[in-house]
Nanobody
């Protein structure tokens, strides 16, 4: 089992920045890939960014490319999401996720463990 705890969400004006963190604990040696997803009420969970846990290869949704940066610190078992140039449409609950069987995936169903989520609100 892996436990994931997100932090860093909050309220920010459009154009501002936030940095989300996700700390993993438990069976972290089994993690192959991690990702960030977001969800708004009534909508499906949407892929934001992912990273291969060992190689550090990052990939992004087109909607955040050039504005968000995903990274990880294996020594701290922590993944980050630096969000710049935030827009009102980025408002959502952001979740981190960890996968055992895959290295990289945009599909929520491929991830085995999820955090509790952190709210990001961007005002216009």
């Amino acid at each position: 089992q892996v436990q994931l705890v997100e932090s860093g969400g909050g309220f920010v004006q459009a154009g501002g920045s936030l940095r989300l963190s996700c700390v993993a604990s438990g069976r972290t040696v089994a993690i192959n890939g991690m990702g960030w997803f977001r969800q708004t009420p009534g909508q499906e969970r949407e892929f934001v960014a992912g990273i291969s846990w060992r190689g550090g290869v990052a990939y992004y949704a087109d909607s955040v490319k050039g504005r968000f940066t995903i990274s990880r610190d294996n020594a701290k078992s922590t993944m980050y999401l630096q969000m710049n140039s935030l827009r009102p449409e980025d408002t959502a609950v952001y979740y981190c996720a960890a996968g055992f069987q895959m290295v990289a995936s945009r599909a929520a169903g491929e991830y085995n463990h999820w955090g509790q989520g952190t709210q990001v609100t961007v005002s216009s």
